[in-house]
């Protein structure tokens, strides 16, 4: 069935650093791809989304490409701030055999220190 | 103001005795999720709904229940038989033409013991 894989965390950056976290899909067809952040203590918040290949998304100052050839979608920033601490989920929507539901990847704890 | 509201946020049951998780979204979203979150682990889905009075299970639903008998809500029945209820629980929605783009509640954290 279709899968997401994240790097294992946590991830602890300087303030000013360079963000990657890794996720890597398993999917039949060509799925949606999402990035979900959150913040100690509460719900999940949509961070950007990819619909077909070679998309970028992009949102407060975070981006991540759709790479259909390597099935990623890496979420990077290039200066993370100590508020951006919080847990990132990667999921895809499928578009075929598994449609009404998102799967999740494991989440990956990001510390970002002054 | 829409969103997603969730209450309490903070639930304490002694073993033994059901609980009612409550749900309630004010964005007309056709779709309705819960999810289970325990520390260190992603999301597990335990139920959802596409439409009123119709739900499916997801990957771990043994030991829960659902109703959706209006469009706005969705409780969320923990019962006796779910052998380790204590948990992080969160409720989100989503039209059905975007079930990628969920909004989430902000959780309720339940403590059995």
């Known amino acids: 069935g279709d899968s997401v894989t994240q790097m294992e965390g946590p991830v602890t950056l300087s303030e000013e650093a360079f963000l990657t976290i890794n996720c890597t899909y398993t999917a039949t067809g060509y799925p949606s791809l999402f990035w979900y952040v959150q913040y100690p203590g509460e719900g999940l918040q949509l961070l950007l989304k990819a619909t077909k290949a070679d998309d970028k998304g992009s949102n407060k100052g975070f981006e991540a490409t759709y790479r259909k050839e390597t099935t990623s979608f890496h979420l990077e920033k290039g200066s993370v701030q100590v508020s951006d601490s919080a847990v990132y989920f990667c999921?895809?929507?499928?578009?075929?055999?598994?449609?009404?539901?998102?799967?999740f990847g494991q989440g990956t704890t990001l510390q970002v220190k002054p | 103001d829409g969103g997603i509201t969730q209450s309490p946020k903070y639930l304490f049951r002694k073993e033994g005795q059901n609980v009612t998780l409550s749900c309630e979204q004010n964005l007309n979203h056709d779709a309705m999720y819960w999810y289970r979150q325990d520390p260190g682990q992603g999301l597990r889905l335990i139920y959802y709904?596409?439409?009123?009075?119709?739900?499916q299970k997801g990957d771990i639903a043994e030991g829960y229940s659902v109703s959706r008998e209006k469009k706005e809500s969705f409780p969320l029945t923990v019962t006796s038989a779910q052998k380790n209820p204590t948990a992080f629980y969160l409720c989100?929605?989503?039209?059905?033409?975007?079930?990628?783009?969920?909004?989430f509640g902000p959780g309720t954290r339940l403590t059995v013991t």
């Open positions: 989100a929605s989503s039209t059905l033409a975007g079930v990628g783009e969920q909004y």
């Open positions: 999921a895809l929507s499928g578009r075929s055999g598994n449609t009404g539901k998102l799967i």
């Open positions: 709904s596409q439409i009123v009075n119709d739900f």
